[in-house]
């Protein structure tokens, strides 16, 4: 089975005996301290080795990202019967779910991400405006790129879907002054973006609640700006909610097909994460008012901020392994990893989207505000 991943020369020990892999100089030794189902390997690949992987039935000699990329690099080769993992690969939308998705991923515990993110706790793909530039730095860039490009003024109303820990918001009210709403399934996040938002005197100015998004129309609001990313429903939602001519900055993971899965991610870590193409957002926006203004590709970014992350992750790796097991570390290894090899190889991209709803002739005529 493993001949079909020849494009890299690697060595694999399979109980005990020894083979090579491809021709040429071995780029790593992948050792398998026990022998995988074939069953398993045919019905999802990613799902097979992964499970392998966490429970330490395979271990890697070399760069763990050389070899998830070149792995990557022949995701044509891997085998999947979408009827067997179905479950995982079309989970229920509704809301109770949803929620017991999104938490399962970011009420880990602040404490957790604290030890990898940036002070910030941004967790999104970052913007490195030079080569030099600290995680820290390429997250603050981020933000204030995406502020720049909604063209905030004194006194609009912003709403971010998804908000994280707050800090898009508090710097959008601290930098333009505008008035913030965010919204969050996580509770983790929410009580720190309570805190903060407390400690910075910005009460009547940032609110964030425990809500999701689909709730939002509910509330009366209507926003000038809206940032940030189940599609259809989610564009309905903020076409809703968004005034006349304003502005809608969408930032999203996209697949370069409509059948781009990874039934391992799906299992472990984003549970019902789904993976729209560029022209499918597109598609969907011009059924509404939206018309777009400008798109970009940040995919070598997040690669960047997923390695920022891995060794970041590294360095914490024994604290993170006494509180969670070993086989949670190596799931996150895995993930952080394997995102990186991803967005490196394009077999996903991270793009931000910018649309009015409707026509607006009244923003400035060049690109760069």
């Known amino acids: 089975y493993l001949q079909r991943f020849d494009k890299y020369c690697f060595d694999v020990v399979i109980c005990g005996k020894e083979y090579r892999i491809g021709k040429g100089e071995p780029v790593c030794r ?31 000699e070399g760069d763990m990202f050389t070899v998830l990329k070149g792995l990557l690099e022949q995701i044509d080769q891997f085998s999947l019967d979408r009827n067997a993992v179905a479950s995982l690969l079309y989970p229920p939308e509704d809301k109770s779910t949803q929620r017991e998705e999104v938490c399962s991923h970011y009420d880990l515990g602040n404490d957790f991400y604290k030890l990898w993110l940036d002070p910030t706790l941004s967790y999104s793909c970052a913007y490195f405006k030079n080569d030099n530039d600290t995680l820290e730095e390429a997250q603050k860039n981020k933000v204030h790129y995406i502020l720049e490009k909604l063209h905030l003024e004194k006194g609009m109303s912003l709403l971010d879907i ?14 333009y002054g505008v008035k913030g709403y965010g919204c969050t399934l996580s509770h983790e996040q929410w009580e720190m973006g309570q805190e ?13 609640d425990l809500l999701d998004y689909r ?22 939602v903020v076409e809703q909610v968004l005034k ?20 391992w991610m799906r299992k472990y870590i984003f549970p ?42 590294q360095k914490a790796r024994g604290q993170v ?39 607006n002739n009244d923003l400035p005529m060049t690109r760069w505000y």
């Open 30 to 60: 992948v050792i398998f301290h026990k022998d995988i189902p074939k069953k398993e390997l045919l019905t999802s690949t990613s799902l097979a080795l992964g499970e392998a992987y966490m429970r330490g039935d395979i271990e890697v």
């Open 162 to 175: 998804g908000c994280g820990w707050g800090y898009l918001l508090i710097e959008a009210a601290k930098k």
């Open 196 to 208: 903060r938002i407390k400690a910075l005197g910005l009460e009547g100015q940032v609110q964030i």
């Open 321 to 359: 392994e006494a509180k969670m097991g070993s086989e949670f570390v190596r799931m996150w290894d895995l993930y952080l990893c394997g995102c990186a090899a991803a967005f490196y190889n394009g077999y996903i991209d991270v793009d931000q989207m910018l649309f009015t709803k409707g026509t």
């Open 215 to 236: 709730d939002l129309p509910k509330k009366g609001m209507a926003f000038d700006r809206v940032g940030r990313s189940q599609y259809e429903r989610y564009m309905s």
């Open 272 to 313: 019902g994460g789904t993976l729209p193409t560029m022209y499918e957002m597109l598609e969907i926006a011009y059924k509404g008012q939206f018309q777009l203004l400008d798109v970009e590709s940040l995919r070598r970014h997040y690669y960047k901020t997923l390695s920022c992350w891995y060794h970041n992750f």
């Open 244 to 263: 006349d001519k304003g502005l809608f900055l969408l930032h999203f993971i996209s697949g370069r097909d409509k059948v781009n899965s990874n039934p």
